[in-house]
């Protein structure tokens, strides 16, 4: 009897690695399909790189099937908290993003805005759709553009471990002086989501704007790094981007104790966290473009970009 229950548990175990590795398989399919690459990254889009070196998809038009990812996401009940700073005259840029959002942001699934802002009766009446929320929570103004900057990670880190537990199942940080174009939607969700920035994204690394400095909890030496990513927008899930805004906190704070400010501040931190704790998925530039002069042959479509700006009239210490 003992060898004949032996026997039966190990065909349950083997029945166990069987369906989950046909499960893995089915999963790697799908994603393949949906992103339309293999691991040369070759299918869908033979111009860009689809994927990384580390096997993430890197999401560019023409990677992957928006009806087929739109209709897998409708049966999960999603919910996708997306948080804006606007202070001093950034509440200008507030209309036009929300309206904008509106129009192109993950349209038919549920988002909560959240409004992080020192002048609340400033923030304009603008109609949300259905399953569309918005909360404004206020803040004390501060006196340098790059204390708002870096205030950014602590404030995250707060919502997300008191609030958004039970209230949202991802979440996007994002700027506030820009504006959606285009469909910016599931086919962005992960773990941990990266934006390459538009400035470097057929750079070669050396000419990344890292931290260079050793003192700098930011330092990242030279030869090493894999993107240079944007701080106007990232996401995941709440575990992955609460792990993210804690850290990076925790090492300004280290700098702040030395009296060292990284050189792009809280994107500077970004960049070194990213290096050691890979995205598990990449939005290419077309989810933050800008008005630059480069060439933008390989985007094929904008979704979101920096609207014009004069730095020196907007920001309080210039």
Known sequence: MTMRLRHIFHFFLLGMFVGLSLSGL????ITSIWFGNHLTGNLGRTDVASVTPWLAPIVWEGTFDSTVIDSIYKQQNITVATTVFALGKYTRFLRDFLESAEEHYFVGFRVHYYLFTDQPDEVPNVKLGQERYLTVKKLPSMNRWQDISMSRMEILEKLIKNELASE????????????????????SLGRLVGVIHPWFFNAPRFIFTYERRPE????????????????????????DVHHLTKTCQEQMNIDIANSIEAIWHEESHLNKYFLYNKPSKLLSPEYLWRDISMSSGYVKIIRFSHVAKNNAEVRPNL
């Open 26 to 29: 089915i999963y790697w399919v």
């Open 168 to 187: 949202a199942d991802y979440i996007f940080c994002l700027d506030v002086d820009t504006k959606f174009i285009g469909r910016w939607s599931v086919e």
């Open 216 to 239: 700098s909890q930011a330092y990242i030496p030279a030869g090493e790094g894999d993107y240079y990513f944007t701080g106007a927008a990232f996401g995941g899930s709440l575990k």
